[in-house]
T-cell receptor, first 110, second 113 residues
Framework: SQQGEEDPQALSIQEGENATMNCSYK?????LQWYRQNSGRGLVHLIL?????REKHSGRLRVTLDTSKKSSSLLITASRAADTASYFC??????????FGPGTRLSVLP | DAGITQSPRHKVTETGTPVTLRCHQT?????MYWYRQDPGHGLRLIHY???????DKGEVSDGYSVSRSKTEDFLLTLESATSSQTSVYFC????????????FGSGTRLTVV
């Protein structure tokens, strides 16, 4: 079974709106990462958040981590058509390699 | 993707034939990974390497082998390709393993007919 799972599976919003994606995981972790994948391309690393951190920002991205609920969220503010992509969370059960969820497919409509 | 290249980008092969995919990095990173990506499954780890000649199995290693004779090259071999191995294969590198983000290659789309 998968360590992490994103929700929703698909999300469609208008340009300029905010997009929120969630990730839930099952076992304690050291780190959690978010990646973006444009169609036909490899994954691009967005943010890594450690288990002792609660929030991180990078440009229009904000990631939160709640270890008590075993969940994380990725917020993209003021979305653009170029943000259309699949977004994956990856978690490392303590001492293990990262395990990726099935992803959220985000469509930003102009 | 800067510093990491996969070859070939596309390959069609017949069931039962051996296939080797290559991952080459110019970043001198210690860790290298092979993943496969299938609809509904996200990325699943096949094998990984934590140094020259040091490799270990991942979640879905059956039917695959790897070799790393040089820091920069990590080869994935499908010993006898099956239709269930039709997938997109991604290589990733990392300087310090799970404490840092991975850099991914552009992928190899493999079709086994």
């Amino acid at each position: 079974s998968q360590q992490g799972e994103e929700d929703p599976q698909a999300l469609s919003i208008q340009e300029g709106e905010n997009a929120t994606m969630n990730c839930s995981y099952k076992t304690s972790i050291n780190n959690l990462q978010w990646y973006r994948q444009n169609s036909g391309r490899g994954l691009v690393h967005l943010i890594l958040i450690r288990s002792n951190e609660r929030e991180k920002h990078s440009g229009r991205l904000r990631v939160t981590l709640d270890t008590s609920k075993k969940s994380s969220s990725l917020l993209i503010t003021a979305s653009r058509a170029a943000d259309t992509a699949s977004y994956f969370c990856a978690t490392d059960a303590k001492g293990q390699n990262f395990v990726f969820g099935p992803g959220t497919r985000l469509s930003v409509l102009p | 993707d800067a510093g990491i290249t996969q070859s070939p980008r596309h390959k069609v092969t017949e069931t039962g034939t051996p296939v080797t995919l290559r991952c080459h990095q110019t970043e001198n990173h210690r860790y290298m990974y092979w993943y496969r990506q299938d609809p509904g499954h996200g990325l699943r780890l096949i094998h990984y390497s934590y140094g020259v000649k040091d490799t270990d199995k991942g979640e879905v290693s059956d039917g695959y082998s790897v070799s790393r004779s040089k820091t920069e090259d990590f080869l994935l071999t499908l010993e006898s390709a099956t239709s269930s191995q039709t997938s997109v294969y991604f290589c990733a590198i990392s300087e310090l393993g799970s404490d840092y983000g991975y850099t991914f290659g552009s992928g190899t789309r493999l079709t086994v007919v």
